[in-house]
C-alpha cells in the first residue's frame, strides 16, 4: 500500500505513517496531479470542499482506481491510512465538479425532479442533496409543510436564477438550470 496525506491548507505533524504533502486549501491540477502518479490511497485533511477537489482530480486523471479519506481532526489520520476501503456513489454536477457531502439551493422556485419524480413545484425554503447509496437522496424544505426525502440516480432543477452551493461552496453566478447525478463509476472511500 502506497499512501499519503494532502494537508489542505492546513500544518500536520508527520508522523511517518505516510508522506505528508502540504497544499493549498481547495487545491487544484497544478497541486495534486503529480502527486497521484504512485498512490493507491490518499487522505484528505481538511473540510468538504478540500475533499471535493481531490476528488474533482481523481476523477480529471482518470484515477478513481485510488482510495481515497477524509478527515478533520490531526487525531484520524492513523486511522484513515489503515481503514479499509468501499465502493460508493460519486456524485457530479452539471458544470463538471463534484459532489462529496451536501449541496444545496435556497431558497429557490422552479420545478425539479429525482429522477422521473416531481419534487418540486412552486416555492422551497431550500434543497439539499447529499449522496447516497441510490445515487442522490433529495430532501425539499417548503413553508408550511413537512419536509420531503427523495432518493434516485438524479436531481434536476429550472428556476428562478438561484444560488447553488456544493460541499459548502457558493457556485460563482446563480443558476436556472442544475443537476446533479450519479457517475457511472464508484469512488472508493477510507
Known amino acids: 500500500m ?51 477537489a481531490v476528488v474533482l482530480r481523481l476523477l480529471r486523471t482518470e484515477r478513481l482506481d485510488i482510495a481515497v479519506g477524509h478527515v478533520t481532526a490531526e487525531s484520524a489520520l492513523a486511522k484513515a491510512l489503515t481503514g479499509p476501503v468501499r465502493a460508493v456513489p460519486l456524485v457530479r454536477d452539471a458544470v463538471g465538479g463534484v459532489l462529496v457531502g451536501l449541496g444545496s439551493i435556497a431558497p429557490v422556485r422552479g420545478m425539479a425532479y429525482c429522477d422521473d419524480t416531481r419534487v418540486l413545484n412552486g416555492d422551497a425554503k431550500a434543497i439539499r442533496v447529499t449522496p447516497c447509496p441510490e445515487g442522490v437522496e433529495v430532501t425539499v424544505a417548503r413553508r408550511l409543510h413537512r419536509p420531503t426525502t427523495v432518493r434516485g440516480r438524479a436531481f434536476e432543477i429550472g428556476c428562478d436564477p438561484a444560488t447553488v452551493i456544493s460541499d459548502g461552496v457558493p457556485h460563482e453566478r446563480e443558476m436556472k438550470r442544475w443537476h446533479w447525478y450519479r457517475h457511472t463509476e464508484d469512488l472508493l472511500r477510507i
Open 2 to 52: 502506497r499512501a499519503m496525506v494532502l494537508a489542505c491548507g492546513r500544518a500536520v505533524r508527520d508522523e511517518g505513517n505516510a508522506p505528508v504533502h502540504t497544499v493549498p486549501a481547495r487545491p487544484g491540477k497544478d497541486d495534486v496531479d503529480e502527486l497521484l502518479t504512485d498512490v493507491d490511497r490518499v487522505v484528505v485533511f481538511g473540510d468538504d470542499a478540500d475533499l471535493a
